[in-house]
């Protein structure tokens, strides 16, 4: 099974709401990553994390908040998000120790209004 | 340091010709180049890489060009195909790091019957 799986596909969301995207994988890869993608843009990291512990953080803005419950999941908690944020959010995974293929899921596309 | 360059950022190639996507970086450290391909609503997904210890990598009708040199490498997809219609990134990383992977800025192909 190499494939990662997010919940869900398209979110609409007020600038008040709190919202939470969802990835799961089934690969044994223990460093997971998410990614934000604009239109005609390459996705721009914004976590990473290895063995469930947070590694990178891009200068995310704090309404944007990863946790990673256990080494198949990885959440992406939002909460009082802008209009600018709007975009598709992307899930990844990869083995660690070394350069290896990201597996990337199909992504939640985010609205905010 | 850590740019990936990428051209042209859109190409139209006859069905059945050959599309060129050229890519040059300048981080030295970079020690794994993959391509990845991504349809419209999907995610990107590995399409095929190279590390810089080789000079080519065919994998079907696609074929990785590397120039260490140069500091340059490039993508041929042979007898291009309409399915082959997609947003092309070129991407670097090395393997000392937590897979932060550098993407280039993309090239979009259409592959006209």
């Known amino acids: 099974d190499t494939e990662v799986t997010q919940t869900p596909k398209h979110l609409v969301m007020g600038m008040t709401n709190k919202k939470s995207l969802k990835c799961e994988q089934h690969?044994?890869?223990?460093?997971m990553y998410w990614y934000k993608q604009k239109a005609k843009k390459p996705p721009e990291l914004m976590f990473v994390?290895?063995?469930?512990?947070?590694?990178i953080n891009e200068s995310v803005p704090s309404r944007f908040s990863p946790e990673c419950p256990n080494s198949s999941l990885l959440n992406l908690h939002l909460h009082a998000l802008q209009p600018e944020d709007s975009a598709l959010y992307l899930c990844?995974?990869?083995?660690?120790?070394?350069?290896?293929?990201?597996?990337f899921g199909p992504g939640t596309r985010l609205t905010v209004t | 340091q850590q740019q990936v360059k990428q051209s042209p950022q859109s190409l139209i190639v006859q069905k059945g010709g050959i599309s060129i996507i050229n890519c040059a970086y300048e981080?030295?450290?970079?020690?794994?180049f993959p391509w990845y391909q991504q349809f419209p609503g999907k995610g990107p997904a590995l399409l095929i890489a190279?590390?810089?210890?080789?000079s080519e990598k065919k994998e079907g009708r696609f074929t990785i060009s590397f120039n260490k040199s140069a500091k340059q490498f490039s993508l041929h997809i042979m007898d291009s195909q309409p399915g082959d219609s997609a947003t092309y990134f070129c991407?670097?990383?090395?393997?000392?790091?937590?897979?932060?992977?550098?993407f280039g800025t993309g090239t979009k192909l259409q592959v006209i019957p």
């Open positions: 990844a995974s990869s083995w660690t120790g070394g350069a290896y293929e990201q597996y």
């Open positions: 690969m044994g890869h223990r460093a």
């Open positions: 994390y290895s063995y469930e512990k947070l590694s």
């Open positions: 981080n030295t450290a970079f020690d794994y």
């Open positions: 190279i590390r810089p210890d080789v």
């Open positions: 991407a670097a990383t090395n393997s000392g790091g937590y897979q932060k992977v550098t």
